[in-house]
C-alpha cells in the first residue's frame, strides 16, 4: 500500500487563485519531497523538506511539513495555467533504502 | 549539462515477450531508480542501482531484473510480460545512493503490453 495519500485527487481554480494539496503518511520518514507531473510525462522535482524542517519556500511554492501529524502541504500561490498538472508528494524513510514511495497525486487544473 | 534520457520513448509488446528498457542518468550521478506508474496511480519504487549495485528493491517479481554499467547507465528488463506490466516506467537518477536528496527524473518509456 502507499504511505503518501493526498487530498484532495483533484482540484480546479481559476487563475491568480491560491492552491492548496494535503499530504499524510505513515511511518517515520528522513525527508518529503513534492513533484510535478504534466500529461504523463517525467516527473519535476519541486521542494525537498527534510524532517527537521517545518516550512520551505520557493518561489511560488510552499511547503510545510508537521511531523507529528504525520502530514505535508504545498500551497500554490497566485497560480498560473501553466501550473495544470498532477503534483505527487514522496516520502523518503530513515532507513534510506533508496525507496521513495509515492501518493496517488493531486489533479489541478488551474483555468484561464 | 545532460538531463536524464531514457530510451525508447514508447514501445508494444505481446503477452509473454521480454523487454529492455534504458535509462541515462545525469552526468555526475551514480545512482539510477526504476519506478512503474499505471494510468491514474503514483509511481512505485522497483529498484535502486548506487555504483552498480542493487540499493532497495520494491515489491515486483524477480521477473522484474536491472543492471548499472561502469558509466553509470541503467537498463530495466521485464520477462515474461503481463497485461499488467502496461505502464510508464521512470529512471530517475541522484548524485548519491539513497533517498536524501532529490531525484532527477527522465521522460519515461510508455510500455504497452498487448
Known amino acids: 500500500s502507499q504511505q503518501g495519500e493526498e487530498d484532495p485527487q483533484a482540484l480546479s481554480i481559476q487563475e491568480g487563485e491560491n492552491a492548496t494539496m494535503n499530504c499524510s503518511y505513515k511511518t517515520s520518514i528522513n525527508n518529503l519531497q513534492w513533484y510535478r507531473q504534466n500529461s504523463g510525462r517525467g516527473l519535476v522535482h519541486l521542494i525537498l523538506?527534510?524532517?527537521?524542517?517545518r516550512e520551505k519556500h520557493s518561489g511560488r511554492l510552499r511547503v510545510t511539513l508537521d511531523t507529528s501529524k504525520k502530514s505535508s502541504s504545498l500551497l500554490i500561490t497566485a497560480s498560473r495555467a501553466a501550473d495544470t498538472a498532477s503534483y505527487f508528494c514522496a516520502t523518503a524513510l530513515s532507513s534510506n533504502t533508496g525507496k521513495l514511495i509515492f501518493g496517488q497525486g493531486t489533479t489541478l487544473q488551474v483555468k484561464p | 549539462e545532460t538531463g536524464v534520457t531514457q530510451s525508447p520513448t514508447h514501445l508494444i509488446k505481446t503477452r509473454g515477450q521480454q523487454v529492455t528498457l534504458r535509462c541515462s542518468s545525469q552526468s555526475g550521478h551514480n545512482t539510477v531508480s526504476w519506478y512503474q506508474q499505471a494510468l491514474g496511480q503514483g509511481p512505485q519504487f522497483i529498484f535502486q542501482?548506487?555504483?552498480?549495485?542493487?540499493?532497495g528493491r520494491g515489491n515486483f517479481p524477480p521477473r522484474f531484473s536491472g543492471l548499472q554499467f561502469p558509466n553509470y547507465s541503467s537498463e530495466l528488463n521485464v520477462n515474461a510480460l503481463e497485461l499488467d506490466d502496461s505502464a510508464l516506467y521512470l529512471c530517475?537518477?541522484?548524485?548519491?545512493?539513497?533517498?536524501?536528496?532529490?531525484?532527477?527524473f527522465g521522460p519515461g518509456t510508455r510500455l504497452t503490453v498487448l
Open positions: 542501482y548506487y555504483r552498480e549495485e542493487e540499493n
Open positions: 523538506i527534510r524532517s527537521n524542517e
Open positions: 530517475a537518477s541522484s548524485p548519491t545512493g539513497g533517498t536524501y536528496n532529490e531525484q532527477f
